[in-house]
Nanobody
Framework: QVQLVESGGGLVQPGGSLRLSCAAS????????MGWHRQAPGKQRELVAG???????NYADSVKGRFTISRDNAKNTVYLQMNSLKPEDTAVYYC?????????WGQGTQVTVSS
């Protein structure tokens, strides 16, 4: 059974930082491309950051220079370090794992940026 379990969300003030984690089980993690997506109320889900099995990363323009995605294949975990957070970063953040026709999602973790 494949599971992606996110953690690390919460309430943070503007300018603050959070680190999200996504632990994978039931898959050969090192072969999967991993990504973080987010969905704000009333908006479509969007890709925030992705990392390939080889470690190549890509970011949405809105988070470049503030967010960093990384992976630890020994721990089957992908991370999203979020710095200089803004109110517009408020959303539910979802972890995604993708390999060929296999596509898996976590349950999401809420990130709220507010003073």
């Amino acid at each position: 059974q494949v599971q992606l379990v996110e953690s690390g969300g919460g309430l943070v003030q503007p300018g603050g930082s959070l680190r999200l984690s996504c632990a994978a089980s039931g898959v050969i993690f090192k072969f999967y491309a991993m990504g973080w997506h987010r969905q704000a109320p009333g908006k479509q889900r969007e890709l925030v950051a992705g990392i390939t099995s080889g470690g190549t990363t890509n970011y949405a323009d809105s988070v470049k220079g503030r967010f960093t995605i990384s992976r630890d294949n020994a721990k089957n975990t992908v991370y999203l370090q979020m710095n200089s957070l803004k109110p517009e970063d408020t959303a539910v953040y979802y972890c995604n794992g993708h390999l060929m026709s296999h596509d898996y999602w976590g349950q999401g973790t809420q990130v709220t940026v507010s003073s």
